[in-house]
């Protein structure tokens, strides 16, 4: 009979050969269909994947242990937590200031957090859905981020924090609202779900995007800068915020032992929690009404690799947005392109455009999308204006907007976005730039 080893070396060979065969990117053909992103992996995810199958440990183990040390280590921040998506990394990092053990700084239901209305709903989601109230603020074009001139505006007696995210992987002015935050003793929430791996340089030091406020997040499905399918991550450079967090992900219980584990403090049983009887067990007790949000080892398998190719992709995008902005310069007569913040490096998850009086955004994507050009809108455009805000803009409640919208409602009807995945090509650049030009000259005819 042959060993565990043995037949282990055997299966991870085939899916070695199983990669090679089936896996690899075929060349680019012009006319082939143009993906605004997809999977990027190699044969060591999928190694990892047949490991982490071969071992069934079915939820959270050794993997994700690893995974939260390795990027941890990466990103420079005490405590990573790592979550089924990124839309449950921004519920757990909001849930996490509305803790009774924050105190005073607690978020209440009804206590405000500014943010803006352009971008991805789960952003925001989480603060309507336990009573807060989102203060939408305008953004600016071509960063398409928070206009930092409005906080001050925003702010009221009942502001408690800001939670935005770095728009397709641009940077926030992090050292503008930071500093707003500071001033007024705010928590700030940075959304870097489109952003990992972006860098911005605050106080003299370049950090990564999300390590700069009090508590950062990511997404992990497959179009994001890492995948491992389904997935995110929460971190903090605050023991106390990283405690917290691990409570609301594991079913708000108190106890910190790790899965599989009894009896880590060493204190299970002689505890005294709440009006429960003293030496109630500590694994069943609980401090938060939290949830279970973890991933599995199987997701941390592929995450584990994928941390190795970070930088690589972060460099490939950074080249393709400027290919793709050196290559379209000439049309800023009818192009609004976009521009990084300052004292940033963005790793760029998307390209956006948007048009000038003369060209219609309609018809310009139309003719990409029948290049075979995929293209996106910036999301939600305006969230305010979607059926989910129906019944509480009809009340006129549950949210509050500062000024004008302006840049955010022109973003609905004038701009969209192409891809700057580390899949792209110079060969599929090229031909979205081409195509870009034909498009604007069409309508100009």
Not at 124 to 134: F, K, N, S
Not at 372 to 390: S, V, W
Not at 417 to 437: F, N, R, Y
Request: net charge neutral; aromatic share 10%.
């Amino acid at each position: 009979m042959r060993s565990k080893q043995e037949i282990r070396d055997e299966i991870i060979k085939l899916v070695d050969e199983y990669y090679e065969n089936f896996h690899t990117v075929k060349p680019y053909k012009e006319g082939d269909r143009i993906p605004y992103a997809g999977r990027c992996f190699g044969k060591e995810e999928m190694e990892n994947l047949a490991d982490a199958t071969l071992e069934f440990w079915l939820t959270s183990g050794h993997w994700t242990d690893e995974f939260e040390h390795k990027l941890g280590k990466l990103l420079g921040v005490r405590s990573v937590s790592l979550v089924n998506s990124g839309s449950s990394a921004n519920l757990l990092a909001f849930m996490t200031l509305t803790s009774p053990l924050l105190g005073d700084r607690q978020v209440r239901p009804g206590d405000e957090v500014i943010t803006v209305a352009c971008g991805f709903p789960t952003t925001v989601t989480p603060v309507i859905q336990y009573g807060a109230v989102p203060v939408f603020v305008d953004v600016t074009i071509p960063q398409y981020n928070i206009d930092v001139t409005q906080l001050e505006k925003a702010l009221s007696p009942k502001t408690k924090a800001v939670m935005i995210a770095h728009s397709l992987g641009n940077p926030f002015d992090l050292k503008a609202v930071k500093d707003f935050c500071k001033k007024h003793n705010l928590w700030l929430i940075e959304d870097n779900c489109d952003a990992l791996g972006s860098k911005y340089i605050i106080d003299g030091e370049e950090k990564y995007t999300g390590t700069i406020g009090d508590i950062g997040t990511s997404s992990f499905y497959p179009p994001h800068h890492l995948t491992m399918g389904e997935g995110g991550a929460v971190y903090t450079n605050n023991p106390f915020l990283g405690r917290l967090i691990r409570s609301f992900r594991d079913w708000g219980r108190d106890c910190i032992c790790p899965s599989g584990k009894d009896n880590f403090c060493g204190h299970r049983f002689d505890g005294q929690f709440g009006l429960l009887p003293k030496g109630y067990d500590h694994k069943y007790v609980y401090s938060h009404f939290g949830y279970n949000l973890k991933a599995t080892d199987l997701q941390a398998s592929i995450g584990v690799a994928q941390l190795d190719h970070m930088n690589a992709y972060a460099d490939r995008r950074r080249h393709n947005f400027k290919y793709l902005k050196d290559g379209l310069k000439d049309l800023d007569k009818y192009l609004i392109l976009p521009e990084p913040a300052k004292n940033s490096d963005p790793s760029w998850f998307g390209f956006l455009i948007t048009v000038k009086e003369g060209i219609k955004r309609d018809e310009l994507v139309h003719h990409l999308e029948s290049k075979n050009i995929q293209t996106r809108n910036l999301f939600a455009g305006n969230l305010t204006k979607h059926p989910c805000f129906d019944q509480m803009r009809k009340e006129g409640k549950g949210y509050r907007i500062v000024g004008e919208l302006k840049n955010t409602d022109r973003i609905i009807t004038d701009t969209f976005w192409i891809g700057v995945s580390p899949l792209m090509t110079d060969a599929k650049l090229d031909t979205m730039i081409k195509e870009i030009h034909n498009g604007v000259k069409a309508q100009l005819k």
